[in-house]
């Protein structure tokens, strides 16, 4: 660990431009990442922080033919979109690049033509994945097929989902194109190689001997697992018509592999905010007093702990992450948030939804973040936190004291009296926060740092619930000065301590508590050393509630809209069952099929699944035994019409002869739903033939 860095250089993974920013994004990479740069800007740190869309690769052709268009139209589309999302977020990129950029392709061409001609690559002849229908190279994520490692049938040629094993194409089990479903083939291509197993000695002492005590264990344990593995060549090149050209003669056709010219993004973009701002970049990236932390999800472990590495330290003049403080996955309502499904929460798509609310979902994605195991987004959850802690802790403790504040002294801030010992002890409690808080957030423990920032403002509300200031105020107005002193410098430091947890929360108290008319700044540090952050006489402004409660309504439509999405995908993804054997058309015709309407129905007792129905044929009122009753209530299907096999062969069920069948499909949400005529006037034992 580098002690006490001249600057700070902080990474966030590059967003895929194949679709939007979801909730499993901002809790895993940008939240932090963005909580993290906000701290270390608020200590007056030399912070570089940077980001950009990553939109080179399969993903982006994968979706350029689904959508029908070209993937330079994909990037643009969707760059725009995440672009706009973070910054009405408010994430703090100093800059946030594309991977589409000149200075981009230059920079991963410069660095991939320095390690060709170090001879730090193995150029190979091999056997590759080959779609002769489509006439192509199958690129990973062209190829899906049954992991190695878990038995995933589902699993993708460069990663498995499921277990989380890094593949090869070339890995899978019974592979299959995604182009064309075909069965591929092996045929043989030239590509280039980083040879991995040359870095084993470098990694081993670098990270699992140099970082074993201060990087987290889930990222630790994974690194390790893939040393001990074993490490192999892995290409840096591949077939794809998307992408970078490889800058060497005799790779016509051949672009840069997206996890090699992906993490070069951060320097290009590096390179990009220096020639904007009039800096030099190389000091962020080669100085060895600088601070490298990448921000990724466990997703992207391998790529920024081995393989990024391994680049770096061949290239040579580059410095190493400090830290790679990857989170787990967040899932959604029990499920994995899915891109390609459509189960997720969209930011921009919040951001138009909960207006203004942008804190909201910050706070409630990292009070849950998933540090060092999956967890679980749920609306309700979402719900409680912004209503019993934001809106009742935080919100209410800010109101509290700013309405009494502007009732006693129209707003200005009181003359304390003496200071009482729980006076003093609350405001020695407050002085000790600043340091908790940075305690946690220097170790990337985000969750336990916003705890305690939460805890400032519990602090606040048990001073105000055990003084009383407005049942002492009749008969003692000298302690409520003090009181409501106090109560004020402790919203002082509420608002400069949730600034990189809630930037807009602190934008708006430092409004309301004016504290830009305060002679001097309040900073971490003034709020450890002074105990006079809002002096005697300063005029705060009126009252305006925090956050506000979300009602039941909304939160419904949010599940709604959810169910919708499992409906349509249920829908899009079922399969019709196979045709059963060929009949002839007698075989048919021997079947006796009516329309009827149910007259009655009730409950078979003792039995769950069953319903009795009484059924007018047209011929005649018979009773049907269905197994429908976990479907419908009996009380609601009387009076519907409803096809019938009326001349199937009678059957006894526990007692009751049942005297034909009625017609049955099964929706999109697996529910049963009446085969049923649509017509109206067709009466009652008209044959359906």
């Known amino acids: 660990m580098i002690q006490n860095p001249k600057r700070y250089t902080i990474t966030a993974a590059l967003p895929y431009t194949n679709g939007p920013i979801h909730i499993g994004h901002l809790a895993g990479v940008y939240v932090p990442a963005d909580i993290y740069s906000r701290y270390l800007r608020a200590h007056n740190k030399d912070v570089l922080f940077v980001c950009g869309s990553d939109e080179h690769g399969v993903a982006i052709s994968m979706k350029a033919k689904k959508e029908g268009i070209t993937p330079q139209e994909v990037i643009d589309k969707y760059d725009g979109i995440i672009r706009k999302s973070f910054i009405d977020f408010g994430v703090s990129f100093d800059n946030y690049s594309r991977t589409s950029a000149k200075i981009h392709h230059d920079t991963a061409q410069d660095f991939f033509k320095k390690l060709y001609e170090q001879g730090d690559f ?148 590096s390179k990009e905010w220096a020639a904007r701002e009039g800096k030099d970049w190389e000091p962020y990236w080669k100085d060895q007093e600088t601070k490298l932390v990448h921000f990724i999800g466990k997703d992207n472990i391998v790529f920024h702990c081995v393989i990024f590495p391994a680049m770096l330290k061949a290239e040579g003049s580059y410095i190493l992450p ?187 108290l430092k409004r309301i508590l004016n504290i830009t008319a305060t002679a001097a700044p309040i900073t971490w540090d003034t709020i450890t050393e002074t105990s006079d952050l809002l002096p005697a006489g300063h005029q705060i402004g009126q009252a305006e509630l925090l ?53 009655e129905a009730e409950k078979m007792p003792k039995a769950n699944k069953l319903l009795v129905l009484k059924v007018d044929t047209g011929i005649d009122v018979r009773t049907i035994v269905s197994g429908i009753a976990e479907s419908f209530k009996p009380e609601d299907i009387i009076g519907k019409r409803v096809s019938v096999l009326v001349n199937l062969a009678p059957r006894a069920l526990r007692g009751v002869e049942s005297q034909g069948m009625i017609l049955m499909a099964t929706n999109a949400e697996g529910k049963l739903v009446f085969i049923n005529p649509d017509t109206e006037g067709v009466p009652n034992g008209d044959m359906i033939s």
């Open 122 to 269: 193995i150029e190979q002849v091999t056997e590759q994945l080959y779609d002769a229908k489509a006439d192509q190279f199958l690129a990973d994520r062209f190829v899906t097929g049954t992991c190695p490692k878990c038995g995933n049938e589902e699993a993708y040629g460069d990663q498995c989902e499921k277990c989380g094993s890094t593949l090869n194409a070339t890995d899978l089990i019974n592979p299959k194109s995604t182009i064309t479903g075909e069965v591929p083939v092996m045929k043989a291509t030239k590509h280039w190689f980083l040879p991995l197993d040359r870095y084993d000695a470098f990694l081993r002492e670098w990270i699992l001997e140099g970082h074993k005590n201060d990087w987290k264990p889930n990222v630790y344990g994974q690194v390790k697992s893939w040393i001990d593995g074993g490490l192999e060549p892995r290409a840096v090149t591949r077939d794809l018509d998307w992408g970078i050209d490889v800058p060497v003669e005799g790779a016509e056709g051949k672009k840069l592999y997206v996890w090699f010219d992906a993490p070069i993004g951060y320097i290009s973009a």
């Open 322 to 508: 400090d830290n790679v403080p990857a989170n787990e996955f967040l899932n959604l309502e029990g499920n994995k948030l899915s891109t390609s499904k459509n189960w997720a929460v969209w930011l921009h798509e919040y951001l138009e939804e909960f207006p203004g609310q942008q804190d909201v979902l910050r706070y409630a994605l990292t009070s849950n973040a998933p540090e060092t195991k999956d967890n679980d987004f749920t609306w309700k959850d979402f719900q409680a936190r912004n209503n019993n802690e934001l809106v009742a802790i935080f919100g209410n403790f800010i109101n509290r004291v700013v309405v009494l504040t502007n009732k006693y002294y129209n707003g200005v801030v009181p003359t304390p009296n003496e200071l009482s010992e729980v006076d003093e002890q609350t405001l020695a409690e407050l002085k000790a926060y600043p340091a908790v808080i940075s305690s946690s957030i220097e170790r990337y423990r985000f969750r336990e740092a916003l705890g305690e920032l939460m805890n400032v403002a519990r602090l606040g509300n048990k001073y105000l619930a055990d003084e009383e200031p407005w049942k002492v105020i009749k008969d003692n107005p000298e302690r409520v000065q003090t009181q409501m002193y106090v109560a004020l410098q402790i919203s002082a430091a509420l608002s400069t301590l949730c600034e990189p947890f809630l930037p807009f929360t602190s934008e708006k």
């Open 547 to 599: 956050f506000a409660k979300i009602e039941d309504e909304e939160i419904q439509k949010q599940i709604d809209k959810l169910e919708a999405t499992k409906t349509a995908n249920i829908a899009e993804n079922k399969k019709a069952e196979p045709q059963k054997e060929t009949i002839q058309f007698e075989d048919f015709a021997k079947m006796d099929i009516r329309v009827g309407t149910i007259l």
